[in-house]
């Protein structure tokens, strides 16, 4: 394979909503890039980038695959993305190293939820698109509707650059307003029929009006002469793309090749190289994309691939890659030698001597070459982390056999650092294990992995809520230890009073106790911010010295205890201040001991009496869903204890804004795609605490009272 330099390099990543056909988009773009000779299918299960045992049985993509073909000597990488968003990540990932985004459409629907999601992130990430109309050789192909709807969701920045002669089964081909030719089922360049001349050179003037819109000196000459070149069409669209103005739409009916040659030779002549583009490192500097100067690559990607074992996929950001090249990850200091290098074509891998900068490739078994990760000549800085959405879909997971927790813990470990969407920890508030990615599909597919590649059994179920404990009450209490076994014993007396902790509210010193007025004076104070959130407020107010200074740490321990397994239902405890006033204390029995459950049990008795309420954690959830189903979202949530904060539209979908309790959201990705026909998505952040309704709190407190009998 020929080695191409920089600005003979396109990096693109094909977007859209499932079912837009992506991949085989994909299969078209390989067989004209002289990388295969034979077009798979889907549905035979035999395509270059689906090609899995999972995304073949269930005919549907589920990683971000990398591949490449040539055309006009120009080597053009394309990432096929999944469609779907509990699998966005790898769309996600190729952003990072990417010049363009294609929105491939599907003609018979046009604008889905996952064309306007994707949209939306390609915004976000700043990835300038291009819009391919697919399937408009589909017998329920809708171009004038499509037309329309990319109108409603894009706007002035959609420019069409084809429109199709006789869409639908009898597709004739595609008249293109760049070239001005026609070209046929056959990818023949013809005159344009007459009958389509007129809509072709009205759509011509409005291409060459948006074009000139990309620059000052285009705009000009515009002025001057109604009239632009081709390679000032181009030129124009070029500049438009960048400055995110601008979405070229291109019609294709990938199945049969048609269109696709066209479309490659779009992406050649005007989509941006990857020449000169800058990238932000950890530090906020930049790297330029050159072949000049020290090596740098980003691994946007990694996979465990039968034969192969850990793949790791990168783009080269700097310099000149060589085969056996020494490189450090500058975070770490780490050092990683490259002995082979590759270019990449799904599973098709083809071995090169060197790759430049702004080309993608791939290198095997790296010693921690994860998601995420720079590596690079010494002195060169990381660059900036990719930033994912927070996950949706949270479970609990356990090996089915005890014994295995260890191997279970290894391979999800494993999976999570191939992607960065997958979250696994062990929580020791909750002594579960979680795991949390972008929806149910996802996590069954993580699932799936664990049981067929690592050949574990797993279970998942409900995870256990995160729950917070405080008062609302002054309360006082006092508890006495006292333990003797024959030697030296234990003897530890505490009284202490606790009152709500109230952000801003400074600490009061007059209180009421048996009856009497107390004013507090503080020998020493304590505060600390838990890591659980909330903090603890602790003060040594005891006079006459009936306790030693030296048995305050000993109290302080055990009330941390105690909040670290609340009274109510074992779920931290925050937001409190403790007075500790009185006790007492033996010559020769008292100990640290003695005082830690002295303090353990006063601050449990106390926090008792003192109207204990139970918080849970409350998210933000926005909803994006057509307008159909806007009534039954809302129904779902009212039976959620959702709260809807308001409402608004975005390009003719209707965004709900809420509040809902996270004891409520288990599985709720799930629910909503059932509610919508898979047509609506959500996002959801943490936002507070809040307490729990009354009902809620009794029935709280008798499944925890019930599961300490059953341990009894």
């Not at 011509?204 to 515009?222: I, N, Y």
């Not at 069409?233 to 294709?252: A, D, N, S, W």
């Amino acid at each position: 394979m020929k080695a191409y330099t920089t600005k003979d390099i396109r990096n693109i990543v094909l977007i859209g909503a499932p079912r837009s056909g992506k991949t085989t988009l994909s299969e078209a773009m390989l067989f004209e890039g002289k990388v295969i000779d034979r077009r798979g299918s889907v549905e035979d299960k035999n395509t270059v980038s689906d090609n899995t045992e999972f995304e073949q049985t269930n005919q549907k993509s589920i990683n971000a695959q990398p591949l490449y073909g040539e055309f006009n000597g120009t080597k053009i990488n394309f990432i096929d993305a999944p469609g779907s968003d509990d699998f966005s990540g790898g769309a996600l990932s190729a952003f990072k190293v990417v010049e363009a985004a294609v929105m491939v459409m599907n003609g018979t629907t046009g604008i889905e939820v996952g064309t306007t999601l994707f949209g939306r992130y390609a915004d976000q990430y700043n990835v300038p698109m291009v819009i391919a109309v697919n399937q408009l050789d589909h017998d329920k192909a809708n171009w004038d509707g499509v037309r329309a709807a990319i109108n409603e969701e894009f706007g002035k920045k959609a420019v069409l650059c084809q429109f199709p002669v006789a869409p639908g089964l009898g597709l004739e081909g595609f008249v293109d307003v760049i070239t001005m030719k026609f070209y046929n089922k056959k990818n023949e360049e013809q005159d344009i029929p007459a009958a389509y001349a007129d809509e072709a050179e009205e759509l011509r003037a409005e291409l060459m009006e948006k074009a000139a819109e990309g620059s000052d000196e285009l705009m000009e000459k515009f002025f001057d002469t109604m009239e632009l070149s081709t390679e000032e069409i181009r030129e124009g669209l070029r500049q438009g793309m960048l400055k995110g103005e601008t979405i070229p739409v291109f019609c294709v009916a990938a199945k049969e090749d048609i269109g696709v040659k066209r479309l490659m030779e779009f992406i050649v002549n005007v989509v941006p190289s990857p020449l000169g583009k800058e990238e932000e490192t950890v530090d906020g500097k930049a790297i330029e994309c050159k072949p000049e100067g020290p090596v740098s690559l980003f691994i946007f990607k990694t996979s465990v691939e039968q034969h192969l074992g850990e793949v790791s996929y990168f783009k080269v950001m700097s310099g000149v890659l060589n085969e056996g090249a020494d490189l450090v990850n500058p975070e770490t200091g780490n050092g990683e030698r490259l002995s082979a290098i590759y270019a990449v074509a799904g599973a098709k891998k083809e071995k090169v001597a060197s790759i430049s900068a702004g080309d993608i490739g791939c290198v095997m078994k790296l010693k921690a070459g994860k998601t995420d990760v720079t590596l690079a000549q010494p002195g060169v800085e990381a660059l900036k982390h990719m930033v994912f959405p927070d996950a949706k879909y949270r479970c609990a997971v356990k090996a089915v056999d005890k014994n295995d927790e260890a191997k279970v813990g290894d391979a999800l470990n494993k999976i999570a650092a191939q992607d960065p969407t997958i979250n696994v920890e062990y929580s020791k508030e909750l002594r579960q294990t979680i795991l949390s990615g972008m929806g149910e599909q996802h996590i069954n597919y993580v699932k799936w992995r664990v049981t067929n590649e690592f050949k574990q059994n797993v279970e998942l179920y409900a995870p256990k809520v995160p729950y917070r404990e405080t008062i609302t009450k002054i309360a006082t209490a006092q508890y006495r230890h006292k333990k003797q076994s024959g030697g030296a014993g234990q003897f530890g007396e505490v009284h202490l009073l606790v009152c709500p902790y109230v952000e801003g509210e400074e600490a009061p010193k007059n209180f009421k106790i048996d009856g009497k007025d107390v004013i507090f004076n503080f020998k020493s104070q304590d505060i600390t911010d838990l890591e659980w959130g909330g903090k603890l407020e602790f003060y040594n107010c005891v006079v006459g010295g009936s306790i030693d200074l030296s048995f305050m740490p000993a109290i302080l321990k055990g009330i941390k205890s105690k909040m670290e397994e609340g009274p109510l239902t074992g779920s931290y405890a925050r937001d409190i201040r403790v007075y500790v006033y009185d006790g007492k204390m033996h010559p020769v029995d008292s100990k640290e001991i003695a005082f830690i459950i002295a303090g353990r049990n006063a601050f449990k008795e106390a926090f008792r009496q003192a109207g204990p309420k139970i918080l849970e954690p409350i998210y933000n959830v926005d909803i994006i869903t057509p307008n159909d189903y806007v009534g039954p979202c809302m129904s779902d949530l009212n039976t959620r204890r959702g709260m809807i904060m308001n409402q608004d539209m975005d390009k003719g979908f209707t965004v709900l804004h809420a509040r809902v309790p996270l004891a409520e959201l288990y599985r709720y990705s799930t629910i909503l795609s059932s509610l919508t026909a898979g047509s609506a998505t959500f996002s959801m952040k943490f936002a507070e605490y809040q307490q729990v309704p009354a009902d809620v709190q009794t029935k709280l407190l008798a499944e925890y009272a019930a599961q300490e009998q059953e341990e009894d």
